[in-house]
């Protein structure tokens, strides 16, 4: 049954990356997420970290309740040159010993140990989550930018077809002798700088989708494409939640604040650790021992006739410890200042993120409009240049100057577009609203 348990589970495997090698759907943004909260290796480490201090909550518990332990010596002896001849046989000697201690007080050091393995573990839980939230971030950035990349390269692709056409088109009037071989060389340089420009965006496209599966954890030679959504100008240009209720959402629920809040009380904790130094210890002992040894009768008799109890109690009393305490708390108290300024350096980082990202999407939207209109216009622009150009009315750098306006134009409108839908996302991200393109 082990066996066939065994065979199973790894069928079970091989079946489950056969499907992920072999399906050929296209992965949403949610997918993609969702993929990352089991394979992304950081997000892993965190869960071990998780874990980890999970088993010092643990450990620190155990210390309130007795240790117990067993020891056993066993000894052999001779004196093989004494004058005597009774000491010179092996001497055989076995002692046994169970040993039992209790610390009934000290200071309180223990459930404050407790209480900071406790803190400490949400510390971990905390950061954990904060580190699934960066990879979400992550994961939404890289997904955009593949979404620009292949909208750019699509761009591109079309101006290659029109500087094709063009290049066709110039080497019928060359050759009717309507245009000079130095603007035919023009068109032939625009052309091969088009498609130099595919061959690029091209290249770029895949190097971001091959980035995107690295971070979640996908092998190389797996088969993997991403959806394509379609954005509506609404959506782009929809009024931004309002910054300061994104920043007061984000200062109670942000996991790296809420960490930094648990840091401070944690360490505020530790001052209380420290000072337990100054306080007695008392502890209760306890302790079964017996042994034997060679020539002295049967060993069961001898286990018996030394069989030995002993019972106690310890107080220790720290009188002077060469300052050990005294610095311990200070340590603790500087410490504890760390904390505090680490949490007013995390909410000011945090105001200062939030408050750049609503800018930025401010700023990308009204580029967004700009671009459009300066899009559309430069393209009305470029159709009469063109068609004066067929005419003979405008020579071949006017027409290709219009034609890389055009091409410009439409990249700026586009990168605003990116750029406004990145930043609202994250906008709504920190205002608690999951991260969705659907």
């Known amino acids: 049954m082990k066996l066939q348990g065994i065979v199973l589970i790894l069928a079970g495997c091989i079946a489950t990356t056969a499907a992920v090698q072999e399906s050929n759907e296209a992965w949403s943004l949610k997918q993609c997420i969702e993929y990352a909260h089991t394979h992304n290796i950081s997000i892993g480490q965190s869960r071990l970290s998780v874990e980890s201090s999970a088993v010092d909550l643990h450990e620190a518990k155990e210390q309130l309740f007795p240790s117990l332990s067993f020891s056993t010596s066993h000894d052999y002896s001779q004196t093989p040159y004494t004058d005597d001849p009774s000491q010179r046989a092996a001497i055989y000697n ?7 201690s209790w610390t009934l007080f000290d200071g309180g050091q223990r459930y404050y140990n407790i209480k900071s393995n406790r803190l400490a573990q949400q510390e971990q839980e905390l950061s954990a989550q904060e580190t699934a ?9 890289s997904y955009l930018q593949i979404l620009y990349a292949r909208e750019s390269l699509e761009i591109c692709r079309q101006s ?12 019928a009037l060359l050759d009717a002798g309507s245009i ?13 700088n088009n498609r130099y420009q595919v061959v690029t ?3 770029q496209a895949d190097l971001l989708l091959v ?56 360490a505020a904790l530790g001052i209380k650790t420290a000072q337990s130094g100054y306080y007695p210890t008392i502890a209760l002992t306890a302790g079964l021992s017996t042994g034997t040894m060679s020539g002295n009768g049967v060993w069961g008799d001898q286990m018996k006739a030394n069989f030995g109890e002993s019972a106690g109690i310890s107080l220790t009393l720290p009188l002077y410890d060469n300052g050990q305490t005294r610095a311990a708390v200070a340590r603790a108290r500087i410490e504890a200042l760390y904390s505090t300024y680490d ?27 700009a671009a459009q209109e300066n899009a559309l216009a430069t393209a009305d622009a470029y159709e009469l240049i063109a068609e004066q150009f067929q005419l003979g009315i405008k020579n071949t750098f006017e027409m290709l100057s219009a034609q890389n306006d055009l091409l410009q134009a439409r990249q700026e409108a586009l990168q605003a577009k990116y750029m406004a839908l990145l930043n609202r996302k994250l906008l709504e991200f920190y205002n ?7």
């Open 94 to 100: 076995g002692s046994y010993r169970l040993n039992a």
């Open 133 to 141: 939230y960066e990879i979400e971030m992550e994961i939404l950035s």
């Open 160 to 171: 290659l077809v029109v500087s094709e056409e063009q290049e066709a088109r110039g080497k």
């Open 180 to 192: 000079s071989k130095s603007d035919y060389s023009q068109l032939v340089a625009q052309c091969a």
């Open 201 to 203: 965006a091209s290249a």
């Open 211 to 266: 980035e995107l599966k690295q971070l979640l954890n996908i092998a190389l030679d797996t088969t993997f494409d991403i959806a394509t959504p379609s954005f509506e100008d609404e959506e782009i240009l929809a009024p931004l939640p309002d910054r300061y209720t994104v920043l007061a959402t984000a200062m109670n629920s942000w996991p790296g604040i809420r960490q930094s809040y648990v840091a401070e009380e944690k």
């Open 343 to 369: 949490r007013e350096e995390k909410e000011n980082t945090l105001t200062h993120t939030i408050e750049s990202t609503y800018l930025d999407a401010r700023s990308a939207q009204e580029q967004y409009k």
């Open 432 to 438: 608690n609203i999951p991260i969705t393109l659907e």
